[in-house]
């Protein structure tokens, strides 16, 4: 039996608008009446994904920050992670000096060196505001302890920074893509997969009992966890490869992850 189902949020259960389509909400609600466990699991900050929550109207396990951070249904906390603050200070050395957007992130809030019209077309988007904080570098490790760092710019200037970040700090880091142009940089062995890993430990669930959703390069430490694996269909090429069923939305997910369940034997 699948007994625990993993979502990430944009592009995959959450649309462009900041809202959960009807039919994928109440697919949700009706996962959980049929008990199986449920989980987020997403590049976004932890109080965000409690946002989402509100509108499905039920608590989750909470995958935060690509893994930065794991909460239990019930708030406890199962892991915190965060850059060694000389590393987080080299790193956004460098990124500053692109012509990108740059953001620091701590657990609850993101954090930006000048707030710029772009800042601002992105807020619709967000659940919360992005803060400026003018000395930077200087913050970070005395006001700003970072577990994410995330480069968001053009397709060349993301995948070439990657590269760089890859051939620098290889040791100290590992780099998401996890939109279109979005360079998520992290602490090394921080992944959703790593999260979801210890998740499934502490709920002592096998890879068979658990089924996830995603649709982007971030979810394919995942997807390689269970072969209950979903992506959306208008993920890139690369990614579909890496899952087992190609969906178009979360409902049908769901449709399907219940359909497996009510064929396996009762005991």
């Not at 989980?39 to 989402?52: P, Q, T």
């Not at 577990?147 to 998401?176: C, M, N, P, Y």
């Not at 579909?240 to 009762?266: D, G, W």
């Amino acid at each position: 039996m699948i007994q625990l189902i993993v979502t990430d949020l944009d592009g995959t259960l959450l649309g462009y608008d900041r809202r959960v389509k009807k039919e994928d909400r109440e697919a949700v609600i009706r996962a959980i009446t049929s008990n199986v466990d449920f989980a987020v699991a997403s590049g976004r900050m932890d109080n965000e994904i409690l946002e989402v929550l509100k509108e499905i109207g039920h608590d989750a396990h909470r995958i935060s920050q690509n893994g930065a951070f794991v909460y239990t249904k019930n708030h406890r906390l199962l892991h915190h992670s965060a850059f060694h603050p000389d590393i987080a200070r080299s790193i956004y050395e460098q990124a500053r000096k692109l012509e990108a957007i740059v953001l620091v992130c701590n657990e609850q809030t993101s954090f930006v060196e000048t707030k710029t019209a772009q800042i601002e077309q992105m807020k619709a988007r967000l659940f919360f505001d992005i803060v400026e904080k003018r000395n930077m570098l200087e913050a970070i490790g005395r006001d700003i302890f970072p577990s994410k760092i995330t480069v968001i710019g053009e397709e060349h200037v993301v995948l070439h920074f990657e590269r760089f970040v890859r051939e620098t700090w290889a040791q100290h880091v590992d780099t998401f893509i996890s939109e279109p142009r979005c360079l998520d940089i992290m602490p090394k062995q921080i992944s959703k997969g790593e999260a979801l890993r210890l998740l499934m430990n502490h709920l002592q669930l096998k890879a068979e009992e658990v089924a996830c959703f995603g649709d982007s390069f971030n979810d394919i430490p995942m997807f390689r966890l269970t072969p209950h694996s979903f992506v959306m269909s208008h993920a890139p090429e690369q990614v579909k490869k890496e899952a087992r069923y190609i969906v178009s939305s979360v409902h049908e997910a769901i449709e399907t992850v219940l359909s497996i369940n009510e064929k396996m034997p009762q005991t």
